[in-house]
């Protein structure tokens, strides 16, 4: 099996299945319970009401994947629904209760994107978009004709230019586009709450443990790079870090470090 999606799926359904042996993965890789994708699944009764409010569509078929992006983000991040004060991010604490799949309009009509999970404290707000294996499709950047100017006035330069060049951009492993539009919620959410508050967009991305030998992922890391020195001006903190990078400054926490070991021990895998 030479692509890559494949040999990671088959290498996280192979890595579920050795840690959950009386658990049935189909052939397409999905359980017969979205619950049973966590790693406690009375975490599940944490997070219901998030999933719910979108339609759970989610719940009803894309969580019950092995090689789901939403259990992925929810299998480190739901505990915190019930113990936010041990959570620790990026060096920050203190947060209240994270919000999955939340909405951040762009002031912009139409159906808001959606943010994975949402972190607030005294000082900051964490709007995290987080990746599992989407970042081995390519896709081309696509905004509609609303992203203007003229609709969009405090754009700052940096991300406007995302935004002109688009039509001109060939397809990347990076879904720029997104990013883009996570950025103009963040900006459009501070605007209506009034508050100064630093906004922080962070790109949390699976990678395996040999990622360095495969083509797409350096091709990703790359284009990650490139993006992250176009918007360094940006009153929005775009930061960039690895699931892996995660663990390991988990790890150095005594609260967190066997939460760390046992998504390690789920997601660390090489295809």
């Given at each position: 099996?030479?692509?890559?999606v494949?040999?990671a799926?088959?290498m996280l359904?192979?890595?579920y299945r050795?840690?959950?042996?009386?658990?049935?993965v189909?052939?397409?890789?999905?359980?017969?319970?979205?619950?049973?994708?966590?790693?406690?699944?009375?975490?599940m009764?944490?997070?219901?009401?998030?999933y719910?409010r979108i339609?759970?569509?989610e719940?009803e078929?894309?969580?019950?994947a092995?090689h789901?992006?939403?259990?992925l983000t929810?299998?480190?991040f739901a505990?915190?629904?019930?113990d936010p004060d041990?959570l620790?991010l990026l060096?920050?604490s203190?947060?209240?209760?994270p919000?999955?799949?939340?909405?951040?309009?762009?002031?912009?009509?139409?159906i808001?994107?959606?943010?994975?999970v949402?972190?607030?404290?005294s000082?900051?707000c964490?709007?995290?978009?987080?990746?599992?294996l989407?970042?081995?499709?390519?896709k081309?950047?696509?905004?509609?004709r609303s992203?203007c100017?003229e609709?969009?006035?405090?754009?700052?330069?940096?991300?406007?230019?995302?935004i002109?060049s688009?039509?001109g951009?060939?397809?990347?492993?990076?879904?720029?586009?997104?990013l883009v539009?996570?950025?103009l919620?963040?900006?459009?959410?501070?605007q209506?709450?009034k508050?100064?508050?630093k906004?922080?967009l962070?790109y949390l991305?699976w990678?395996?443990?040999?990622?360095?030998?495969?083509?797409e992922?350096?091709?990703h890391?790359w284009?990650?790079?490139?993006f992250k020195?176009?918007?360094?001006?940006?009153?929005?903190?775009?930061?960039e870090?690895s699931?892996?990078?995660?663990?390991?400054a988990?790890?150095?926490e005594?609260?967190l470090?066997d939460?760390?070991?046992?998504?390690?021990?789920?997601y660390?895998?090489?295809?």
């Amino acid at each position: 099996m030479t692509d890559p999606v494949g040999r990671a799926q088959q290498m996280l359904w192979d890595r579920y299945r050795e840690l959950n042996p009386d658990i049935d993965v189909d052939r397409k890789g999905y359980i017969d319970d979205f619950k049973k994708n966590l790693l406690k699944p009375e975490w599940m009764h944490l997070i219901i009401e998030d999933y719910d409010r979108i339609g759970g569509r989610e719940l009803e078929w894309k969580f019950r994947a092995v090689h789901s992006s939403a259990s992925l983000t929810a299998n480190h991040f739901a505990r915190f629904k019930q113990d936010p004060d041990r959570l620790i991010l990026l060096g920050r604490s203190g947060f209240g209760l994270p919000i999955f799949e939340k909405q951040l309009p762009t002031g912009l009509r139409g159906i808001p994107p959606n943010v994975d999970v949402f972190f607030e404290n005294s000082e900051c707000c964490i709007a995290i978009e987080s990746k599992l294996l989407e970042t081995l499709s390519p896709k081309k950047p696509y905004y509609s004709r609303s992203y203007c100017k003229e609709k969009l006035p405090t754009c700052e330069p940096e991300w406007w230019e995302l935004i002109e060049s688009a039509s001109g951009a060939l397809k990347g492993f990076l879904d720029t586009a997104q990013l883009v539009k996570h950025y103009l919620g963040l900006l459009h959410h501070l605007q209506k709450i009034k508050i100064n508050k630093k906004p922080i967009l962070l790109y949390l991305y699976w990678k395996p443990a040999n990622s360095s030998e495969i083509r797409e992922f350096q091709e990703h890391d790359w284009e990650l790079g490139e993006f992250k020195k176009k918007v360094s001006g940006s009153s929005v903190d775009f930061i960039e870090m690895s699931y892996p990078e995660l663990w390991e400054a988990w790890s150095k926490e005594p609260s967190l470090a066997d939460h760390a070991r046992r998504l390690d021990e789920r997601y660390s895998v090489e295809i």
